[in-house]
């Protein structure tokens, strides 16, 4: 999209709009000119027609017929008349030479308008009456006449005209006058806005504030914008403070893990040692390496399953009771190693849509960490119930529980209840982190309860399905052939 | 020397603790985490203290602090996984006396374990001399006037703890708790032996250094051993 100014729009409407109304107001102002301007004119030809009605003399002639004298200078040159008497003669005319026509014509408005010889006129058309020798016993005799009295209407025009010129030269003034004015306002009523822009362009990842002196913080209509800018600032930073808080510690956890290994050779080679020494030393290699190795595959998977988005096409709909049985006939041997009785009760049948491998790695993480934490001769028990429109996946122990301060950590990346003993059997402190996401990936939920010297359980519950139509067995060679990563 | 080792991943101490008693031959206490290091530091049995960060229950840097606070002069060499100049500044401000971030290379750990056990002692070369005695931290050799004498790694063990501290004495249950960890039997009449042969080596030499018998008082390694008894003290 193009870019665009706010400032020059907002000139620009409102230049608009003050044109708009300029050109009504001249528009109206034009006719008012206009009407006034002929008024004005008709008045002048009243008058004009009076004064040659008062040319018109009594005349000395038997007949005591009017005449018309003495109008020089009456009538300005441009102007055209023709005086008629009753008796059908013109006794006077200027520059009019067909008058008489007009004279005849059956139009008795006051007012026309004539166009003679090219040249637009405005006629008045004034009866008048003339007393010949008013002293007279019989009161003097009546004459009538007509007069037809024009004057050019151009000139009016061009007052108009004029009028409308002024008018619009002074609009246009005033509209540059307008412009300017208000791009300086403008520029200075959007200072708040450019400082903001300024303060948030010096936003970096060590300083997380806009500034305190903010004006923005201050305008009503820049309030919320600079509101929305901090609490969007707020939670990046927490969030990049739990992705250095991460990156800090894989560090740490990586860093050890490869020290063991460094160390573990150098020992080999510090001096000279008998081939089966170098056997059982690269034997501990090995195991140290293949530790780092899971750490690495850990957090690899937490940071695809914290990172990476949806993918649906790799879901299936699977039987929880079906993955859960797998599951634990992998751990079979390891409990019965630890002398810990692993009982499984999954004769529900639950159908969850998710990823057959994710739902693994959740049940193996669980049940692992209940072998993990039972003492010998326990019992591990994992269950499957449905509530409602959700399916519980409980997995008990009767290990020595976890004390309240720590159990609100347990999730924590890299978090050890007890760091000291996890070391000891291996953990990475990833194992219930990875089941947390993988549960909030499926919009389940997961929580552990726990009686310190009674035991721990972990209760998972996931949005259950109802349709059988997609079902898809789960033990495929694909799934039982992956390596299963487990705390 | 005895050294304590506070690291709560066991692997790795486990080859911290095996390198320092093969190379230099340390004895060496390992403690997995802060608190349980606080409290065998109390005995004051340790020549250096090598000390990580990351620690259950008490951190590294707590464990320095309480250290120093109860007025414990032992060295430390910290172990970090941090190597931000500012926890590295912080740490040795607090009194700690090196530092080694990890991955580290054992040998360079050997070496400033070395480096601050002599330093600790007051000596600032790897070879100790005392008249015509030479004793070479580094190949673990010891000379006589020039001819090499043969010691067993505990001989050498103690001759090199007698000669950071000539002419003083060093009682019989002060080089127990040095020599050894706490996964030996403490058994006094080990150290008499040892002394004895050491002394049956020492003197195929002509003249002293030998090393005098303080009853009920201990041991002391004199240059000559006419000249310097001190009086009230009975000869061996």
């Keep these: 999209m193009k870019t665009y100014s706010l400032t020059r729009r907002l000139i620009i409407a409102v230049l608009l709009v003050e044109l708009c109304s300029l050109l009504a107001l001249i528009g109206i102002a034009s006719v008012y000119e206009g009407i006034s301007h002929f008024r004005a004119l008709d008045v002048t030809l009243r008058g004009r027609a009076d004064s040659l009605l008062g040319a018109v003399q009594d005349s000395e002639d038997p007949e005591d017929n009017v005449m018309l004298y003495g109008v020089e200078g009456l009538a300005p040159r441009r102007d055209i008349y023709i005086v008629r008497d009753d008796r059908g003669r013109v006794i006077g005319s200027q520059g009019w030479p067909d008058g008489e026509q007009e004279l005849a014509s059956s139009d008795t408005r006051e007012f026309r308008n004539l166009t003679i010889g090219g040249i637009r006129y405005r006629v008045i058309r004034k009866p008048g009456l003339r007393i010949v020798d008013p002293g007279d016993a019989k009161g003097g005799v009546a004459r009538h006449v007509t007069i037809l009295y024009g004057s050019r209407t151009h000139p009016v025009w061009e007052r108009v005209r004029n009028a409308i010129a002024f008018y619009t030269l002074s609009g246009l003034l005033l509209l540059a006058v307008t412009g300017v004015v208000l791009l300086h306002l403008l520029r200075r009523g959007l200072q708040p806005l450019y400082e903001l822009a300024e303060q948030a362009g010096g936003i970096s990842v060590n300083s997380w504030n806009l500034g305190p002196s903010s004006q923005a913080r201050y305008v009503r209509e820049l309030e919320p914008l600079v509101s929305a800018i901090e609490s969007a600032l707020l939670r990046l930073e927490q969030s990049f403070a739990q992705q250095k808080q991460f990156v800090s510690d894989a560090a740490h956890e990586l860093k050890t893990s490869v020290a063991v290994v460094k160390s573990s050779l150098q020992l080999l080679t510090m001096r000279t040692r008998s081939a089966k020494e170098y056997e059982e030393g690269l034997e501990r290699v090995k195991v140290d390496s293949e530790r780092m190795e899971e750490l690495v595959a850990k957090m690899l998977t937490l940071a695809r399953l914290e990172d990476g988005g949806e993918q649906p096409e790799s879901y299936r709909t699977v039987k929880l009771g079906d993955v859960l049985n797998d599951v634990a006939e992998h751990f079979q041997t390891m409990a019965h190693f630890h002398r810990i009785k692993l009982v499984v009760n999954s004769d529900i049948s639950a159908l969850v849509l998710c990823d057959p491998d994710q739902l693994r790695l959740l049940c193996s993480n669980l049940i692992h960490n209940a072998i993990q934490h039972s003492k010998a001769s326990t019992e591990v028990r994992a269950m499957i119930t449905v509530q409602g429109d959700e399916v519980q996946l409980r997995v008990e122990d009767d290990g020595e529980g976890i004390s309240e301060d720590i159990l609100p950590h347990v999730f924590d990346r890299f978090y050890r209840g007890d760091p000291s003993r996890s070391r000891r059997t291996g953990g990475t402190g990833l194992g219930l982190a990875i089941s947390k996401a993988i549960v909030l990936r499926y919009h389940g939920a997961i929580r552990l309860e726990s009686q310190p010297g009674h035991g721990t359980s972990a209760i998972v519950t996931l949005p259950l399905v109802r349709s059988t139509t997609k079902r898809l067995e789960h033990g495929s060679a694909r799934n039982s052939q992956k390596k299963i990563a487990t705390s | ?236």
Aim: contains cysteine; hydrophobic residues 40%; proline residues 4%.
């Design chain 2, 1 to 236: 020397m005895r050294i304590l080792l506070v690291e709560d991943e066991i692997r790795l101490a486990e080859n911290v603790a095996q390198a320092l008693r093969d190379g230099p031959g340390f004895a060496v206490d390992h403690a997995e985490d802060g608190q349980t290091g606080l409290s065998l530091a109390e005995n004051l049995c340790y020549d250096l203290i090598i000390l990580d960060l990351m620690l259950p229950k008490l951190d590294g840097q707590t464990v320095l602090r309480r250290l120093r606070e109860r007025g414990d002069g032992t060295a430390v060499l910290i172990l970090t996984a941090r190597s931000e100049r500012s926890s590295i500044i912080q740490l040795l401000n607090c009194g700690a006396d090196d530092y080694l971030s990890k991955p580290f290379d054992l040998g360079e750990v050997i070496a400033r374990a070395k480096a601050l056990i002599r330093r600790g002692k007051g000596m600032a070369s790897p070879a100790l001399r005392l008249g015509d005695l030479e004793l070479h931290t580094g190949d673990q050799s010891v000379f006589r006037a020039g001819n090499s004498i043969v010691l067993s790694p505990m001989e050498y063990r103690i001759l090199e703890y007698l000669m950071h501290r000539p002419r003083s004495i060093v009682s019989k249950r002060e080089l127990l708790e040095h020599m050894y960890d706490f996964n030996w039997a403490h058994h006094s009449n080990v150290i008499e032996a040892h002394i004895s042969n050491l002394r049956r080596k020492l003197g195929e030499g002509t003249n002293p250094p030998t090393i005098e018998n303080l009853r009920n008082r201990g041991y002391r390694l004199v240059l000559e051993s006419t000249n310097s008894r001190e009086p009230g003290s009975e000869p061996a």
